[in-house]
């Protein structure tokens, strides 16, 4: 009989301080989150300083919930990994010490994990993934499609040009005076709003796999103003519905595009956004006949440490592992074994 192998996952990137505890593969026993939106939505965004104070003050508590809650002792645990890239400089340092710190005294090896990977890896929850895939990682960070010849080996092969996806939800939604981050009260909003305003698509006939959002952002703050100007009032239903739906045609097309360019068995679509209602039912509509699509439940999507687990999972079987000089990288890109 195999022993059994437990990993501590610990993600600080950004907003959310977390500690996970997973079993073998894809167990997950434990994935405590403490949030500090409440923070930082006074704000309309997160300022780094106050993301990094926060972290600190709750970090080794969170390390003693995800214990406890998983019922694992220290003595059990056979390694710890941490995200070191990309995200908040300040921020990464924090969890990094804090893994660093707590691998070193109790002798485990450090697994170091991409913040990208993380949400990509998350889809394991959804189901097995067969490789080569692709994945379309959407968060408030990154907007950018993923051939993934196997786990490791990945290329981009197409990104934003301008903002990020998320990044345009919480834009648009600080205009609409939504409280920061937006996507999930524009996500409903939408729902009960038509697309009447006809916002604009940016790129979508071009010939390559790349997105723009800013146009949109754009077109939409400057209808916005201008109404406002008026003193007319528009509906934010139907603003959030017409704004969403063109994020949502871009989102399909160059998708779609990729599908064609790279034909694989297995899409992945993860991140923050991957949380979208319109986004997950288009895909069902439109994609799902075609590939296996796996999108991580709900609870996976946002920044977690059980995407990072599941990530330092592979790693593991690999013998993927960091010196305590390990730094953050605060504009950590993929890795490829192919450079
Ligand atoms: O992955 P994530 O938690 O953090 C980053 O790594 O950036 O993504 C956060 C982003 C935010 O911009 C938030 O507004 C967006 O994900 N988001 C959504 C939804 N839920 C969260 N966007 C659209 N629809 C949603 N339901
Ligand atoms: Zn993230």
């Not at 909003?189 to 009447?196: E, F, N, R, T, V």
């Not at 160059?254 to 923050?272: C, F, M, Q, S, W």
């Amino acid at each position: 009989m195999t022993k059994d192998r437990y990993i501590l996952a610990i993600e600080s990137s950004c907003d959310e301080t977390s500690v996970a505890v997973l079993k073998n593969n894809s167990e997950l026993l434990s994935n405590i989150i403490a949030s500090q939106v409440e923070s930082h939505k006074r704000f309309g965004g997160v300022v780094p300083e106050v993301a990094s104070r926060h972290h600190v003050e709750v970090v080794t508590l969170c390390i003693q919930d995800a214990l406890n809650e998983s019922g694992i002792g220290v003595q059990q645990l056979d390694a710890v990994a941490v995200t070191y890239g990309p995200g908040l400089v300040g921020a990464l340092l924090v969890g990094m010490a804090a893994a660093k710190a707590f691998a070193w005294a109790n002798g485990l090896p450090l697994i170091p994990i991409n913040h990208m990977t993380g949400h990509l890896m998350a889809a394991r929850e959804a189901g097995a993934l067969t490789y080569p895939l692709l994945a379309l990682l959407v968060s408030g960070g990154h907007t950018e499609l993923v051939y993934v010849k196997e786990p490791g080996d990945y290329k981009i092969v197409g990104e934003t040009r301008d903002d990020a996806v998320g990044e345009a939800y919480d834009k648009v939604g600080r205009v609409m005076g939504l409280t920061y981050p937006a996507g999930k009260e524009i996500d409903n909003l939408a729902h009960k709003g038509q697309d009447i305003y006809d916002f604009p698509r940016a790129m979508i006939k071009e010939d390559n796999l790349d997105f723009s959002f800013s146009g949109l952002k754009s077109a939409f703050i400057n209808l916005y103003h201008n109404a406002q100007q008026k003193g007319q009032a528009l509906k934010s239903t139907d603003l959030s519905a017409s704004f969403q739906a063109a994020v949502l045609d871009i989102l399909l097309a160059k998708t779609k595009r990729a599908l064609e360019l790279y034909p694989v068995k297995t899409l992945v679509v993860a991140g923050g956004v991957a949380a979208n209602h319109g986004l997950r039912e288009r895909l069902a509509e439109e994609v799902a006949d075609q590939v296996e699509v796996r999108i991580p439940p709900l609870r996976l999507c946002g920044d977690n440490a059980g995407m990072i687990a599941l990530a330092a999972a592979i790693e593991f079987k690999k013998g993927h592992f960091a010196n305590l000089d390990l730094n953050a990288k605060p504009s950590l890109a993929f890795e490829s074994l192919a450079d």
